[in-house]
């Protein structure tokens, strides 16, 4: 198993660009959820999935979007870069609630 | 929504002492609490996590508290070796949700 799999793992946009940030896994696992992490504040909830068709809102969902249209899948958009979305973004997912998440390896994103 | 907060934020210990970090939780609803530790440049693993009707568990050198009537839970490290050194993040979930506190910088000096 390859586990979680983000791509790509540097990233620079101008701002005022969009991106999408690529999120998959192979272990058949229901629970996906974006973080982000600033030096200081932890991982912040951006947004959470509970399975294929279903998506919800974290703490900090503002300037981002998601779908989940496979089990695998759960990419995070960029809808209109701002510097204040620098940050290095993770994906994670899980099993059951009960089990606790795996992470991708990260995304380290600067946006100029 | 539920807030963590995580204390110290900054640890520093002698090889071979005990370390302790602190977690405290808002929603009495939530029900499973992970530990990560996070090594430089590194993704978080998981290493512990207790659920809400288990008071206590340990894994060799590691053990995790958790007291749902003060909504608190620990980290307790014992015998830290220098690998020990790196970020630890509680987190709190509550079904679907997991939320995670600022987390803990340990420096164990060799």
């Known amino acids: 198993n390859a586990g979680v799999t983000q791509t790509p793992k540097f990233q620079v946009l101008k701002t005022g660009q969009s991106m999408t940030l690529q999120c998959a896994q192979d272990m058949n696992h229901e629970y996906m959820s974006w973080y982000r992490q600033d030096p200081g504040m932890g991982l912040r909830l951006i947004h959470y999935s509970v399975g294929a068709g279903i998506t919800d809102q974290g703490e900090v969902p503002n300037g981002y979007n998601v779908s989940r249209s496979t089990t695998e899948d759960f990419p995070l958009r960029l809808l209109s870069a701002a510097p204040s979305q620098t940050s290095v973004y993770f994906c994670?997912?899980?099993?059951?609630?009960?089990?606790?998440?795996?992470f991708g390896s990260g995304t380290r994103l600067t946006v100029v | 929504g539920e807030n963590v907060e995580q204390h110290p934020s900054t640890l520093s210990v002698q090889e071979g002492d005990s370390a302790v970090i602190k977690c405290t939780y808002s929603d009495s609803a939530s029900n499973y609490f992970p530990w990560y530790k996070q090594e430089l440049g590194k993704r978080p693993q998981l290493i512990i996590d207790?659920?809400?009707?288990?008071g206590e568990k340990k894994d060799q050198r590691i053990a995790v508290t958790l007291n749902k009537t003060a909504k608190h839970f620990s980290l307790h490290i014992t015998e830290t070796q220098p690998e020990d050194s790196a970020v630890y993040f509680c987190?709190?979930?509550?079904?679907?949700?997991?939320?995670f506190g600022s987390g803990t910088k340990l420096n164990v000096k060799p």
């Open positions: 207790i659920r809400s009707n288990v």
């Open positions: 987190a709190a979930s509550n079904f679907n949700k997991f939320y």
């Open positions: 994670a997912s899980s099993y059951r609630q009960e089990y606790g998440y795996t």
